[in-house]
């Protein structure tokens, strides 16, 4: 899937792989196991988001931990994005990889619960939380007419009918490229139950 990025993307991607191998020898960013499959299992897992950003558009990345998948939306899609992430060292890591990467950042070392950014077109999270979860986060964060990119694995049937007893949403869903169980969520107009 690299291969269908610029030369320029793929570039900066390598420089974000770099920074992240560096630091995450003193903070655990993606654990050790994992780092032998950076590229497949996080990279390009993440860049699959990439095509559903409108290129320069603001987004909000939920739990951002690693960049994952923020930091690699901000570079493929050139988007400005917003990093939540409560851990103060991985905050620094994410303004660090901005930097080095050329990504337009802003990164609030806050608790998702609290922090209250400028709503936004686009809102991203990772392996972050449950469904019906990740939607009362999103939602307050969401622009009118915006939507929100999940990457979630196979439990996503029981957490669409969990998440239905609270909330109504629309939603569509895409395979992913890099897991065979996981998918692509992307969920709008998400209001709670009890407006009907």
């Known amino acids: 899937m690299s291969g269908d ?8 991607l390598e420089v974000f792989a770099s920074l992240l191998r560096t630091w995450n020898t003193r903070i655990n960013l993606v654990s050790p196991r994992d780092m032998e ?3 497949p299992r996080h990279i390009e897992d993440s860049l699959q988001l990439a095509p559903l950003v409108p290129q320069g558009a603001r987004v909000i990345d939920l739990g951002s ?3 994952f998948p923020g930091m690699i939306v901000g570079i ?3 988007a400005e994005m917003v990093f939540i992430e409560s851990d ?3 905050a620094a890591f994410l303004r ?3 930097r080095a990467c050329g990504v337009r950042a802003q990164v609030m070392a806050q608790r998702i619960e609290v922090a209250r ?3 936004a077109p686009v809102v991203t999270a990772r392996a972050l939380a449950p469904l019906d979860i990740l939607l009362g986060w999103a939602a307050p964060l969401l622009a009118s007419g915006g939507y929100a ?4 694995g196979k439990s996503l049937p029981d957490e669409l009918t969990e998440a239905g007893a609270r909330w109504q949403m629309s939603h569509e869903s895409h395979p992913s490229r890099t897991d065979p169980q996981g998918t692509i969520l992307k969920v709008w107009d998400i209001r709670p139950v009890e407006e009907e």
């Open 117 to 119: 950014p400028a709503p």
């Open 5 to 12: 990025v610029s030369r320029e993307t793929f570039s900066r």
């Open 149 to 152: 990119l999940f990457l979630k």
């Open 65 to 67: 931990g690693g960049g």
């Open 76 to 78: 493929a899609a050139g």
């Open 96 to 98: 660090e990889a901005a």
């Open 37 to 39: 499959q950076l590229w």
């Open 88 to 90: 103060r060292r991985k």
